[in-house]
């Protein structure tokens, strides 16, 4: 199936965020180290807080804004799909790191695709704006799972 309104790129990117939160809550049950349950239950709870927080921005985002046409179509569930990884239940942080930040550039490429080709100028500049956050996001990541090895 093929997207090219921006308020289905933002629902789908918004359901990515539901799915990565289920899957680290999933995860966090399966694992038996402590910090790798840390790990996974403050990266499920970080992005539930983004979905709700993108599905607050699209509910209050102007409607013209929602219905407009990227010019190009996405195949999202392809490009946004979460299968279950393959870990042991003695995951390693870094492991969990690497697969939140593999999910993250997965999510970061249909966002830098956005921004780069598609839709006017305000739009370009939106996903721009969701590029850098997400960017950000990435950081964070890594800073939780620093401070979850230093436990």
Not at 27 to 42: D, F, I, T, Y
Not at 43 to 51: C, G, I, V, W, Y
Request: a negative charge.
């Amino acid at each position: 199936m093929s997207y090219e309104r921006v308020g289905t790129v933002l629902k789908e990117v918004c359901d990515f965020h539901r799915r990565e939160s289920d899957l680290f809550g999933r995860l966090a049950q399966e694992v038996r180290q402590p910090r790798a349950k840390l790990l996974l239950e403050s990266m499920s709870d970080h992005e539930r807080q983004l979905a709700a927080g993108l599905s607050e921005y699209v509910a209050g985002a102007p409607v013209g804004l929602l219905n407009t046409w990227l010019g190009r179509q996405l195949d999202l569930p392809s490009a946004l799909a979460i299968s279950d990884p393959e870990l042991p239940d003695d995951a390693t942080v870094d492991e969990l790191l690497q697969l939140g930040l593999d999910l993250d550039d997965r999510l970061l490429e249909v966002l830098q695709e956005c921004a780069d080709c598609c839709g006017p100028d305000g739009v370009r500049q939106l996903f721009r704006t969701f590029v850098e956050q997400q960017q950000q996001e990435e950081r964070l990541l890594a800073r939780q799972a620093m401070r979850a090895i230093d436990l």
